[in-house]
Protein backbone atom coordinates (compact mmCIF):
# COMPACT_ATOMS: atom_id res chain seq x y z
CA UNK A 1 0.00 0.00 0.00
CA UNK A 2 0.98 3.64 -0.76
CA UNK A 3 2.19 5.74 2.09
CA UNK A 4 -0.68 8.04 2.86
CA UNK A 5 -0.88 11.58 1.65
CA UNK A 6 -1.77 14.67 3.81
CA UNK A 7 -3.28 17.61 2.12
CA UNK A 8 -4.76 20.70 3.90
CA UNK A 9 -7.82 22.47 2.77
CA UNK A 10 -9.73 25.28 3.36
CA UNK A 11 -13.22 25.07 4.70
CA UNK A 12 -15.72 26.91 3.08
CA UNK A 13 -19.74 27.68 4.95
CA UNK A 14 -22.58 26.13 3.95
CA UNK A 15 -25.55 24.08 4.50
CA UNK A 16 -27.82 21.32 3.00
CA UNK A 17 -31.62 20.34 3.34
CA UNK A 18 -31.61 16.70 3.79
CA UNK A 19 -28.54 13.74 3.96
CA UNK A 20 -29.00 12.91 0.28
CA UNK A 21 -28.31 15.24 -2.58
CA UNK A 22 -26.44 15.81 -5.78
CA UNK A 23 -23.52 17.21 -6.56
CA UNK A 24 -22.84 19.78 -8.61
CA UNK A 25 -21.49 19.88 -12.25
CA UNK A 26 -18.02 20.90 -10.69
CA UNK A 27 -18.05 18.09 -8.76
CA UNK A 28 -18.66 14.27 -8.93
CA UNK A 29 -21.95 13.48 -10.59
CA UNK A 30 -23.64 11.22 -8.22
CA UNK A 31 -26.13 11.21 -4.98
CA UNK A 32 -24.27 12.23 -1.99
CA UNK A 33 -25.40 10.59 1.15
CA UNK A 34 -24.27 10.35 4.68
CA UNK A 35 -24.48 8.20 7.78
CA UNK A 36 -23.72 9.53 11.37
CA UNK A 37 -21.49 6.81 13.38
CA UNK A 38 -21.67 8.54 16.24
CA UNK A 39 -21.69 12.22 18.14
CA UNK A 40 -17.81 12.43 16.75
CA UNK A 41 -17.60 10.36 13.49
CA UNK A 42 -19.12 11.17 9.65
CA UNK A 43 -19.27 8.84 6.96
CA UNK A 44 -20.19 10.68 3.48
CA UNK A 45 -20.38 8.67 0.64
CA UNK A 46 -21.11 8.79 -2.91
CA UNK A 47 -22.82 6.82 -6.12
CA UNK A 48 -22.45 3.56 -7.82
CA UNK A 49 -20.08 4.14 -10.95
CA UNK A 50 -17.09 5.95 -9.17
CA UNK A 51 -17.72 4.82 -5.63
CA UNK A 52 -15.67 7.46 -3.08
CA UNK A 53 -16.36 7.34 0.86
CA UNK A 54 -15.13 9.57 3.39
CA UNK A 55 -15.11 9.65 6.85
CA UNK A 56 -14.64 12.54 9.06
CA UNK A 57 -13.77 12.50 12.36
CA UNK A 58 -13.91 15.28 15.28
CA UNK A 59 -10.74 15.15 16.52
CA UNK A 60 -9.28 17.53 19.49
CA UNK A 61 -7.14 19.43 17.15
CA UNK A 62 -9.83 19.79 14.22
CA UNK A 63 -11.96 17.61 11.49
CA UNK A 64 -9.77 15.12 10.60
CA UNK A 65 -11.00 13.77 7.02
CA UNK A 66 -10.29 11.00 5.77
CA UNK A 67 -11.06 10.84 1.51
CA UNK A 68 -10.56 7.29 -0.06
CA UNK A 69 -11.71 8.34 -3.33
CA UNK A 70 -11.14 9.80 -6.94
CA UNK A 71 -9.93 13.22 -5.92
CA UNK A 72 -6.73 14.36 -3.29
CA UNK A 73 -9.29 17.23 -1.48
CA UNK A 74 -12.97 17.08 -0.50
CA UNK A 75 -15.25 18.37 -2.89
CA UNK A 76 -17.50 21.39 -2.05
CA UNK A 77 -20.64 19.37 -1.30
CA UNK A 78 -18.58 16.95 1.24
CA UNK A 79 -17.12 19.76 3.45
CA UNK A 80 -20.71 21.47 3.54
CA UNK A 81 -22.31 18.11 4.72
CA UNK A 82 -18.98 18.10 7.27
CA UNK A 83 -19.55 20.89 8.36
CA UNK A 84 -22.92 20.97 9.17
CA UNK A 85 -23.21 17.31 10.52
CA UNK A 86 -20.48 17.71 12.78
CA UNK A 87 -21.37 21.27 13.33
CA UNK A 88 -17.21 22.68 13.14
CA UNK A 89 -15.55 23.87 10.19
CA UNK A 90 -11.58 23.41 11.66
CA UNK A 91 -10.37 21.10 9.18
CA UNK A 92 -6.91 20.02 10.32
CA UNK A 93 -6.03 17.47 7.88
CA UNK A 94 -7.10 14.96 5.01
CA UNK A 95 -5.72 12.38 4.19
CA UNK A 96 -6.37 10.81 0.52
CA UNK A 97 -5.67 6.97 0.61
CA UNK A 98 -5.99 5.97 -3.09
CA UNK A 99 -8.04 3.59 -2.61
CA UNK A 100 -12.25 2.60 -2.39
CA UNK A 101 -14.17 1.82 0.86
CA UNK A 102 -12.26 1.37 3.93
CA UNK A 103 -11.17 -1.82 5.20
CA UNK A 104 -10.08 -2.57 8.89
CA UNK A 105 -6.26 -2.69 7.91
CA UNK A 106 -6.61 1.12 6.44
CA UNK A 107 -7.76 2.50 9.52
CA UNK A 108 -4.80 0.91 11.38
CA UNK A 109 -2.75 1.68 8.84
CA UNK A 110 -3.28 5.45 9.60
CA UNK A 111 -3.29 4.98 13.08
CA UNK A 112 -0.40 3.24 13.95
CA UNK A 113 1.59 6.18 11.15
CA UNK A 114 0.10 8.55 13.65
CA UNK A 115 1.59 6.76 16.43
CA UNK A 116 5.06 6.36 14.47
CA UNK A 117 4.68 10.71 14.06
CA UNK A 118 4.12 10.66 17.85
CA UNK A 119 0.63 12.09 17.19
CA UNK A 120 -0.58 10.02 19.88
CA UNK A 121 -3.97 11.55 20.87
CA UNK A 122 -5.45 11.52 17.02
CA UNK A 123 -4.15 8.12 16.73
CA UNK A 124 -6.05 7.27 19.48
CA UNK A 125 -9.03 8.76 18.13
CA UNK A 126 -8.57 6.77 15.39
CA UNK A 127 -8.32 3.40 17.18
CA UNK A 128 -11.78 4.03 18.80
CA UNK A 129 -13.15 4.59 15.58
CA UNK A 130 -11.57 1.47 14.51
CA UNK A 131 -12.95 -0.20 18.02
CA UNK A 132 -16.51 1.22 17.09
CA UNK A 133 -16.74 0.35 13.62
CA UNK A 134 -15.65 -3.61 14.12
CA UNK A 135 -16.08 -4.05 17.65
CA UNK A 136 -15.43 -7.76 17.62
CA UNK A 137 -11.90 -6.76 15.97
CA UNK A 138 -8.46 -8.27 17.88
CA UNK A 139 -6.14 -6.17 16.43
CA UNK A 140 -8.48 -3.08 16.96
CA UNK A 141 -8.09 -3.37 20.77
CA UNK A 142 -4.40 -4.30 20.99
CA UNK A 143 -3.96 -1.19 18.61
CA UNK A 144 -5.91 1.24 21.13
CA UNK A 145 -4.33 -0.59 23.79
CA UNK A 146 -0.65 0.52 22.58
CA UNK A 147 -1.74 3.89 21.73
CA UNK A 148 -2.82 3.96 25.37
CA UNK A 149 0.25 2.69 26.62
CA UNK A 150 2.26 5.15 24.81
CA UNK A 151 0.05 7.63 26.02
CA UNK A 152 0.83 7.01 29.90
CA UNK A 153 -3.03 5.74 30.25
CA UNK A 154 -2.50 2.16 31.75
CA UNK A 155 -5.62 1.76 33.10
CA UNK A 156 -7.45 2.12 29.74
CA UNK A 157 -4.64 -0.26 27.93
CA UNK A 158 -5.51 -2.57 30.35
CA UNK A 159 -8.93 -2.39 29.52
CA UNK A 160 -8.30 -2.43 25.53
CA UNK A 161 -5.87 -5.86 26.19
CA UNK A 162 -8.48 -7.67 28.31
CA UNK A 163 -11.10 -6.92 25.75
CA UNK A 164 -8.46 -8.48 23.29
CA UNK A 165 -8.31 -11.47 25.18
CA UNK A 166 -11.99 -12.20 26.06
CA UNK A 167 -12.38 -11.57 21.77
CA UNK A 168 -9.53 -14.03 21.63
CA UNK A 169 -8.06 -15.75 24.46
CA UNK A 170 -5.11 -17.42 22.38
CA UNK A 171 -3.74 -13.46 21.67
CA UNK A 172 -0.15 -14.33 23.80
CA UNK A 173 1.13 -10.53 22.14
CA UNK A 174 -1.92 -8.83 24.04
CA UNK A 175 -1.43 -11.18 27.02
CA UNK A 176 2.56 -9.64 27.20
CA UNK A 177 1.15 -6.14 26.85
CA UNK A 178 -1.20 -6.74 29.64
CA UNK A 179 1.51 -7.21 31.69
CA UNK A 180 3.34 -4.64 30.62
CA UNK A 181 0.57 -2.35 31.38
CA UNK A 182 -0.17 -3.96 34.35
CA UNK A 183 4.05 -3.75 35.72
CA UNK A 184 3.53 0.01 34.47
CA UNK A 185 0.57 1.26 37.05
Known amino acids: MNKLRAFFIIACVASLSDGTRAT ?3 DIEAPISFHRLN ?27 IDT ?9 YRRIIE ?28 YDLLDDNRIDEAIEIFELIVEMFPTSVDAYDGLGSAYMDAGNNESAIQSFKRSL ?11 MLKMAQAQQ
Open 166 to 176: ELYPRNSGAYD
Open 39 to 65: EKTLIVKTGEVYPDQVVAIAAQKGLLV
Open 84 to 111: RELGRDDFAWVVNSEGYYFLEGDFNEIA
Open 69 to 77: GISPTLTRE
Open 24 to 26: TQD
